[in-house]
Structures are given as structure tokens and as C-alpha cells.
């Protein structure tokens, strides 16, 4: 594996800039090979990162000072215009000039979203660029691919999705002929809305994926299918499910456990394993969302993401790299 360079938005999310810097420290001690650009207000995240541990690994570090933050609230497409000196646009920058290989935030989705598309640019021939982030199943992961981007998409762009996130689970998650489904409201090809109903037979047709029909919500979690297709309502509509059902699910087994003392001595003797499995829900493991379609990589990260997930999201970007996703899906496109 060789050397790779990420450069980290520390402005953006919920937590910003202690956790991002954090992650950064994180992520450098587990990698020799990673080199860090972080932009924000340079004496600040300093501070940070020296505080954290970071400078035994400062000579793998460049802080590039920033003036701007561009906030949640904000219109995405003017703040991307307006700020430009923005840790944010800042960092799409370095990546954009191949001073990174890529970017990682957990800022305002809208503004990652526009910045992928107008700094970075899509790949030629890739009509919209989704958000595929990974879902924890029985079986292990499944990637679900739109989640945020783009709202309203025609058939050519799911079965874009399509080749895109099986080029991802073949490279990155090692699947072979990864198992590619559409999301919809039964199992029968005439079932579903407008757009499935067109999109459906177009991928039945589609060489080089590995469709294997249509997938309800309640089977998704079952991890029938390795690549779950669908436009980004929808797939944002399953992501908030899966995220309310879990924290939901966790908290009637506490209730559950905590009972009485028949059901605490019962927790006693079962909490270790079931921490052990509930670990395969845990959003840190599985790092952050790529922007596919992109001529580099763009990660999306929770919101509310700490330490542990900005690392897992800077470290993930190695992988890619290494297998060289952008320029497959470019020859694929």
C-alpha cells in the first residue's frame, strides 16, 4: 500500500472542530502511510491536535488556515459561491488541484453534495453522483446507494447506481459478483411506482451486475442483496428507519434487562455477547458515505459522527485509492 494525503474539513458536523481533529490523531496512528491536510482556523485546530497526542506525527500534518465556516442552515449552491474561503471549499480545493486524493466532512450534506458535483466534478458520462453509504445486515453490509443526492432520478441513473456500487462491493468490500436488487413495494416485476416500473426490465437487461429482482424494506436487513438500488427519497427514508429502529431497539432491551433482578442476573450472563453483536450496528465501524461517480473521492460523514467514525472515514479512503474506484467506474461509464 502506498502513501495517500486526505484532506479534512475540521468545521464541518455537530462536533467540529474537537472531534474531526481527534479522528485525525486517530487515524495517524493507525496509518503510516496517511498524510493530513486539516483546514479550519489553523492556531485553533493546533491547539487541538497537540493536546490530543498528535505531535509525535505532526511531520505528516499541513495545516491550511481557514476564515470561513459554512453552516448547516445555509443555501448550499450560494455558500459554496459566497465562501470561498471556507474549510470546506478550501479542502474540495486541494483535492480538486491533487494536492489530496480526497475529502472527508461531516458538514451540511447539501454543501458536500454541490461542492462533489461543481469542484471536484463527476466522471464523464455519470449523470448524477449518489451517497452509498454501508448498512449493517444479518449477513454483514450491503451498500445503499442513493441515500441523499438525488431525489428525484430517472431509469439511467439507477442503473448508473447500479454499476456503480457493484464496482464498490467488488473492490472495496472484496464480494465477488455482488448480488444487485431494487428497492420496491413487492416482489413482482409489475409491482412498484413509475420509475421502478421502467427501471426494472432496464436492469433485468443490464450486462455486467448481478440483478436479482426487486427487495421489500423488511428483507433488507435480512442482507439478501449486497447492492440495494433506489433513488435518494427513498433510500434516505430506509437510512433514518434503520437508524430510529436500532436506537429504539437498543433501548427496549436496557428497559427489558433493567426489570427486575430475574432480568438483571439474566443481563449478566448474556451482556458480553450481545455487546459483541450489537457492535455490527455501530455507524463508527463502517466510516462514512462516498460520493460514487465523482473524478475523486468525497466522504460524507454523520453529522454527529466522533473520533472514532472521522477516523474509520479517513482510513477507508486508502482502500479506494488503492483500488483505483474512480478510474473503474470511468471505464465502466
Not at 45 to 54: A, K, P, S, W
Not at 65 to 85: G, Q, S
Not at 95 to 113: C, E, M, P, R, Y
Not at 211 to 234: K, L, M, N, P
Amino acid at each position: 500500500m502506498g502513501k495517500y494525503t486526505v484532506a479534512l474539513d475540521c468545521m464541518g458536523g455537530d462536533n467540529a472542530p474537537i472531534e474531526p481533529v481527534k479522528g485525525a490523531v486517530m487515524a495517524l496512528k493507525s496509518d503510516p502511510d496517511l498524510n493530513l491536510i486539516l483546514t479550519g482556523p489553523e492556531d485553533e485546530i493546533r491547539r487541538i491536535f497537540n493536546e490530543n497526542g498528535g505531535g509525535e506525527n505532526a511531520d505528516r500534518v499541513t495545516f491550511q488556515n481557514t476564515t470561513e465556516v459554512i453552516e448547516t442552515a445555509e443555501m448550499p449552491t450560494k455558500a459554496i459561491m459566497k465562501k470561498k474561503d471556507s474549510s470546506l471549499v478550501v479542502a474540495m480545493n486541494l483535492v480538486k488541484h491533487d494536492s489530496a486524493d480526497a475529502f472527508v466532512s461531516a458538514g451540511s450534506t447539501g454543501a458536500v453534495l454541490v461542492g462533489g458535483q461543481t469542484i471536484i466534478g463527476r466522471i464523464p458520462g455519470v449523470k448524477r453522483a449518489p451517497l452509498a453509504p454501508l448498512i449493517p445486515t444479518e449477513k454483514g453490509v450491503s451498500l445503499l446507494i442513493d441515500c441523499g443526492a438525488n431525489m428525484d432520478s430517472k431509469p439511467i441513473n439507477l442503473l448508473q447506481f447500479a454499476r456503480m456500487g457493484s464496482i464498490y462491493m467488488n473492490k472495496i468490500m472484496k464480494i465477488d459478483n455482488p448480488k444487485v436488487a431494487i428497492v420496491n413495494v413487492g416482489a413482482e416485476e409489475e409491482k412498484g411506482n413509475m420509475l421502478v416500473k421502467e427501471t426494472f426490465p432496464q436492469l433485468k437487461a443490464l450486462p455486467g451486475i448481478n440483478f436479482i429482482g426487486s427487495i421489500e424494506a423488511r428483507d433488507i436487513t435480512a442482507g439478501y442483496a449486497d447492492v440495494i438500488v433506489c433513488d435518494a427519497f427513498v433510500g434516505n427514508v430506509i437510512l433514518k428507519m434503520y437508524e430510529g429502529v436500532g436506537i429504539t431497539f437498543f433501548h427496549l432491551i436496557k428497559k427489558a434487562y433493567l426489570k427486575n433482578l430475574k432480568t438483571k442476573l439474566g443481563a449478566a450472563l448474556t451482556i458480553s455477547s450481545l455487546k459483541e453483536e450489537l457492535k455490527k450496528f455501530d455507524p463508527s465501524k463502517y466510516g462514512g458515505a462516498p460520493m460514487l461517480g465523482l473524478k475523486k473521492l468525497v466522504v460524507k460523514t454523520h453529522g454527529s459522527s466522533k473520533a472514532q467514525e472521522f477516523s474509520t472515514s479517513i482510513l477507508q479512503c486508502k482502500e479506494f485509492k488503492e483500488q483505483k474506484i474512480s478510474e473503474t467506474v470511468a471505464e465502466m461509464i
